[in-house]
Nanobody, 116 residues
């Protein structure tokens, strides 16, 4: 089991920046990958950024060049040049195991609101 706690959301004007943090209840280096997802009202949850245990990263096309995922024993999402369409609840995700043993863990979510 892994407990995830997000922080850092809030209200920001378009063009501004926010940094989200996700603290895990155990070392994140025991996990396959960690990531940030978001869900806007009326839309499906979507991947924003992901980082594997080996340090490989991938991003949604809509955030490339603006968002950066990083980690120490906390996972961060630095969000720059924010747009109103980035408004959503952002969720931290952790994955462990493989195949039928794959497990996903989720944080409670943190609201990000970007005003125009």
């Amino acid at each position: 089991q892994v407990r995830l706690v997000e922080s850092g959301g809030g209200l920001v004007q378009a063009g501004g920046s926010l940094r989200l943090s996700c603290a895990a209840s155990r070392s994140i280096f025991t996990l396959n990958a960690m990531g940030w997802y978001r869900q806007a009202p009326g839309k499906q949850r979507e991947l924003v950024a992901r980082i594997t245990s080996g340090g490989s990263t991938n991003y949604a096309d809509s955030v490339k060049g603006r968002f950066t995922i990083s980690r120490d024993n906390t996972v961060y999402l630095q969000m720059n040049s924010l747009k109103p369409e980035d408004t959503a609840v952002y969720y931290c995700n952790a994955q462990e195991g493989y195949g039928l043993g794959l497990r996903d863990y989720w944080g409670q979510g943190t609201q990000v609101t970007v005003s125009s």
